[in-house]
């Protein structure tokens, strides 16, 4: 699994991509950090490094890229997959 989220899964003979999507990054986000004692304020860049996630536009699953029966969810992305598989 990388910094952003994205996974593969193999399962027989078909591999699924997982893409954690978050299209807020960078607009109110929380931030992480240090909490400088001088300015009681948070500082770093820990939450932009590994946030877990990617924007929409950063998505590596797309018609051109290949992919097929591409599916946006908000449950759990395994169930998709149970569900393509099941067909």
């Known amino acids: 699994m990388s910094n952003t989220g994205r996974h593969f899964v193999k399962v027989k003979d078909r591999l699924f991509c997982v893409e954690p999507i978050d299209n807020s990054q960078g ?11 001088a300015t009681k304020k ?22 051109e890229n290949g992919f097929k029966n591409i599916t946006l969810t908000n449950g759990n992305p395994y169930d998709v ?4 598989l099941n067909k």
């Open 42 to 63: 948070v500082e770093g860049d820990y939450g932009n490094k590994y946030i877990g996630s990617i924007h929409e536009d950063d998505s590596i699953i797309k018609e």
């Open 81 to 84: 997959i149970d569900n393509l």
């Open 27 to 37: 607009k109110n986000k929380r931030k992480f950090g240090d909490i400088n004692p």
